[in-house]
């Protein structure tokens, strides 16, 4: 780094409130210097608001996760998306490992996985999965999502059943949300249009992720 050395003679009586104003000056002019480089260097970046604000995203994600704050969510999982990380060449079944992975808590009401061991035949059909490879997934999605009994959440089925009383099928997922205080995870669009229990998407949570 260069250094630019000034003489200035100046009476001894007013030599320290020279230099004080001397620093003021130079001080002022250095940033002014400083930051007109910076934006020509600027002018040549390539950086467009696209990149930057995926960057952005990269960034709050990793300042919440020192913070402790993305590890305290929970979310309810629909029974859309535990179908849809079967599907083949999806990315669903690598979504849920990695939510864990960050901490996210996942969970889903009693009977969903009955329900789901009950269409086994059409989801062998639809697949292509034997029955000992469809078991092995599913034991190994819901070792990463946990199953609350009834009783934990049937004091809010009540007020579930408010939300979207033409869609029974729905209310499980809203009454365990309401009872651990958490959100939905949904693609359905219906989901988001009540204003009681917080929905994200799948896009949302990979927006969430920075990707």
Partial sequence: MSE?????DISPELKDEFREALNKVVNEFVEDVEFSLAERIVSKSRLTKGQAFKLANEVKLGVAKKHGLWFKMMLVVDANIIFQALVKRGFI???????????????????????????EEKLLKYS???????EFVM??????????????YAKFISEASEIFPLHTKDVAYFALALFNNSELWSDEKRHKKQGKVRVYST?????RLGR
Wanted: proline share 3%; aromatic share 6%.
């Fill in 93 to 119: 079944f690598r979504l849920i490992k990695q939510l864990v992975k960050d901490g996210v808590n996942l969970y889903s009401p009693e009977f969903v996985l009955e329900e789901i061991k009950n269409r």
């Fill in 203 to 207: 896009s949302d949570l990979l927006k």
């Fill in 128 to 134: 292509g999965l034997t029955s000992a490879e469809l």
């Fill in 4 to 8: 630019v050395v000034v003489k200035v």
């Fill in 139 to 152: 034991r190994l999605l819901f070792k990463k999502i946990e199953v609350i009994p009834k009783s934990k």
